[in-house]
């Protein structure tokens, strides 16, 4: 979230934010106030509950930026107004969708929202049924599990049975059939249901195999408009989206994987794809909704974009020395990447990386004394 006081900044926003003071969302130079708050998340969400009624009023857009929050103060909040004034949606009935796996799970079978053949975990279930209904291999999804943790792929009934007993919260635990092909992302604004900008990538580099992505290419496609704007429409989609889908390597055909309602980092890159986040922000204060389009000098073209303290810390933590390289040699134009345009950004992620850097090396330095 780093980025996002820098969108909403140039969106003409007075920017404040309310977090503890060991989050990386205050290391930039784009806010006006921070409201400081406890560590603990408990204290936290009492804080910040506060908080809300008492500035109800104050705030045009107040914007929950993690999962955990988001998921909690949709457990807690039970006023529909304090509901619609703070959570990214428009219709409370869809609150399921808010971070849980399962309730995004049962809301495309609600909406005939294309997606993978699913089923959710309940004690009669055997895995003789799970693997009958979905084949292998298959996925298996935690549901309150983000940044790719909790999120594990069987070959065959050995490694379904293994993922079960390892797992001890089967809760709205999602199965998932898995889709050959390509991992499609994007990132998207809406307002009111309607969709205002989105971003269109694939993912070239990821932390984990299945965690968040550091590189992507991305490029103008309109083959997901009308899916996305149907998905806003029939879900009440208001804010910041991250809405993954996969595009099946045989037919060409999307399929639906996961909404996660809140801001991410490469929201920030639209304005080098010509989806640019600030002008959707700066349409929805004039109350224009059209869906943004690129200019024609960028619609046609591929744009590889790496994120520099994500990708970077990447390299430096797998021993991607070709990766390195790619950042250093100004690689596909990396350097316009590099948040300069911050000061204090660009401070604080050099030093992250030099530490990053400084721990792998002295890690390397022991493990060669110990076997000198």
């Given amino acids: 979230m780093k980025e996002l006081p820098a969108i909403l900044k140039k969106s003409n926003c007075q920017v404040d934010i309310f977090s503890a003071g060991n989050s990386w969302v205050l290391h930039n130079g784009y806010y006006d106030n921070w409201i400081e708050a406890p560590a ?3 204290a936290f969400i009492e804080h910040l509950l506060d908080f809300l009624k008492a500035n109800f009023h104050n705030y045009w857009w107040i914007i929950p930026g993690d999962d955990i929050t988001l998921r909690i103060l949709n457990d807690r909040i039970t006023d529909e107004a304090l509901f619609y004034k ?3 949606l428009t219709k409370i009935e869809n609150r399921a969708l808010l971070g849980s796996k399962a309730g995004l799970a049962e809301l495309c ?7 993978p053949k699913q089923l959710v975990y309940n004690d009669n279930l055997s ?27 069987c070959n065959n009934e050995q490694d379904l049975e293994r993922r079960l007993a390892e797992i001890t919260h089967k809760k709205n635990l999602v199965f998932q059939q898995v889709i050959i092909g390509e991992d499609i992302n994007t990132e998207a604004l809406y307002k009111n249901g309607s969709l205002v900008v989105y971003n269109y990538s694939l993912s070239t580099k990821t932390i984990g195999n299945f965690g968040i992505s550091t590189r992507r290419v991305f490029i103008h496609n309109d083959d997901l408009d009308d899916t996305l704007k149907n998905i806003g429409k029939d879900l009440g989609l208001n804010g910041f989206g991250n809405i993954v889908f996969m595009r099946e390597s045989n037919t060409g055909e999307y399929y639906l994987i996961e909404i996660d309602m809140r801001p991410n980092s490469w929201m920030y890159y639209g304005k080098f794809t010509g989806n640019d986040f600030i002008q959707g922000i700066k349409n929805i204060m004039q109350d224009k909704f059209d869906l943004i389009k690129p200019p024609i000098n960028i619609k046609n073209k591929e744009q590889i974009i790496g994120i520099y303290k994500k990708d970077v810390y990447r390299c430096i933590t797998t021993k991607d020395f070709n990766g390195l390289f790619y950042w250093l040699l100004n690689k596909n134009g990396s ?15 050099n030093k992250f990386l030099l530490d990053t850097l400084s721990m792998y090396i002295g890690n390397l330095f022991r493990r060669k004394k110990k076997w000198a």
């Fill in 40 to 42: 603990d998340i408990t």
């Fill in 86 to 88: 703070v959570m990214p």
């Fill in 109 to 115: 079978t609600k909406y005939s929202i294309k997606s």
């Fill in 127 to 153: 895995n003789s049924q799970i693997s009958n209904y979905l084949g292998f291999p298959l996925m298996v999804k935690v549901d309150e599990s983000e940044g790719g943790y909790g999120v594990f792929k």
């Fill in 335 to 349: 350097w316009r990447y590099i948040p300069l345009h911050d000061k204090v950004l660009f401070r604080k992620v």
